[in-house]
């Protein structure tokens, strides 16, 4: 069965503090992995997808990594906005997404 | 807003009661997923279709049903109520079966909140 791990489930960060959420994973033919931002009370908002290990994408201070086993989303100089749940999702061989429990991101002004 | 419209967007109801979520994809999307997220779980995935067929099926009880529809608007029924299955109910679509790079990439509704007592 496809899993997703995501840690920590609960950040706190200063604004300007940089730090990761990690995402690890094992699935059956990983055809995709895609990070979501949810705000509270709102439907996920799409952010990145990542295909192969290498591979890095960009969008403002969020960066996203991925290996054959894991995955990271940095956040570099947060600010109160970035406050959020980051939610990891992988898709296996046979299309189907599954998520991950998500972190939740607490940004100080 | 992100094209995706899920009706009502509260709903109380009773145990035992039958309840149905509405769900207007996308414009151009022929794909339509439902997610269950509750607190004490992350989001479930339920179910699939695209263009009036169903997908793929995940972790759907045997007392909820799904369908689509000709004009590829969705609907969940739920019945026979539990307070278990009191949680936010996503809708997303896509625009196709997800084989296709950028075609995996699912855009949410705001979800269906639903409250059984």
């Known amino acids: 069965e496809d899993q997703v791990t995501q840690s920590p489930e609960a950040l706190r960060l200063q604004e300007g503090e940089s730090s990761s959420l990690n995402c690890s994973y094992t699935?059956?033919?990983?055809?995709?992995l895609f990070w979501y931002r949810q705000d509270p009370g709102k439907g996920p908002e799409f952010l990145f997808t990542?295909?192969?290990a290498g591979e890095e994408k960009e969008k403002e201070r969020l960066k996203a990594t991925l290996t054959k086993k894991e995955s990271f989303l940095h956040i570099t100089a947060p600010k109160p906005e970035d406050s959020a749940t980051y939610l990891c999702?992988?898709?296996?061989?046979?299309?189907?997404?599954?998520f991950g429990a998500g972190t939740t991101v607490t940004v100080r002004a | 807003d992100s094209g995706v419209t899920q009706t009502p967007k509260h709903l109380i109801t009773a145990t035992g009661q039958r309840v149905t979520l509405r769900c207007s994809p996308r414009?151009?999307?022929?794909?339509v997923y439902w997610y269950q997220q509750s607190l004490d779980q992350g989001l479930q995935f339920l179910i699939q279709?695209?263009?009036?067929?169903?997908?793929a099926k995940g972790n759907i009880l045997e007392r909820f049903s799904a369908q689509q529809f000709p004009d590829l608007h969705s609907e969940l029924n739920l019945s026979s109520l539990e307070l278990g299955d009191s949680a936010l109910y996503f809708c997303?679509?896509?625009?196709?079966?997800?084989?296709?790079?950028?075609?995996?990439?699912?855009?949410f509704g705001a979800g269906s909140r639903l409250t059984v007592l």
């Open positions: 997303a679509s896509s625009v196709g079966t997800g084989t296709l790079s950028g075609a995996n990439v699912l855009t």
């Open positions: 699935v059956s033919g990983l055809r995709g």
């Open positions: 990542l295909y192969s």
């Open positions: 999702a992988v898709q296996a061989s046979d299309y189907k997404l599954s």
């Open positions: 414009s151009g999307d022929l794909s």
């Open positions: 279709y695209y263009n009036g067929e169903e997908r």
